[in-house]
């Protein structure tokens, strides 16, 4: 991919990124989108601060998401949905948790459980879980016309995305304990 693309975020994304992020993660976002692009040495480090980022655990999804990382950024669909297989994953573990989950289904898409917890998780989480199905994790699954991109998503996007789905991860996980 053109190293111009890889460095283009959507305003559709860069709107949601903003929203989540603070200042600081997103110039982090930027400073790791460049290494990416620029030499061998750079990349490797880029992709070794990732998956430090993103952790180990859960081992699925997050072995393939780590492994998926080492393509950055040409290869950016596998990413962006091993990190939107997370969020389901987060959520669908939520269904297991007795009482004020019990809405929630294993067998149930993210979008439809989303939907399902709209009473139960704040407003801010619900609205972010809501945007990002819709945003990233539906396209990174099933659209495939990717218009005038060489890819869906641009590597920086894909960036962009690992530090939304971390900050939701963590959210996630605080309920947990609830």
Do not use: W
């Amino acid at each position: 991919m053109n190293n111009n693309l890889n460095i283009l975020i959507r305003p559709e994304i860069l709107e949601f990124t903003n929203s989540i992020l603070t200042k600081e993660e997103i110039d982090e976002i930027e400073d790791l989108s460049n290494c990416l692009n620029n030499g061998k040495e750079k990349h490797d480090c880029a992709v070794r601060i990732l998956k430090n980022k993103i952790g180990v655990q859960p081992k699925r999804p997050i072995f393939y998401l780590n492994f998926e990382i080492n393509y950055l950024p040409e290869e950016t669909r596998n990413v962006v949905r091993y990190a939107g297989d997370y969020i389901d994953q987060l959520i669908k573990h939520l269904a297991h948790q007795k009482g004020r989950f019990k809405f929630l289904s294993v067998y149930s898409s993210l979008g439809n459980n989303i939907k399902r917890a709209k009473n139960a998780f704040n407003s801010k989480l619900y609205n972010a879980l809501e945007k990002y199905n819709k945003l990233i994790y539906i396209p990174a699954k099933h659209d495939f016309d990717v218009k005038d991109r060489p890819h869906l998503f641009s590597g920086k996007e894909a960036v962009a995305i690992l530090f939304i789905t971390k900050k939701l991860a963590e959210e996630i996980i605080t309920l947990f304990g609830d």
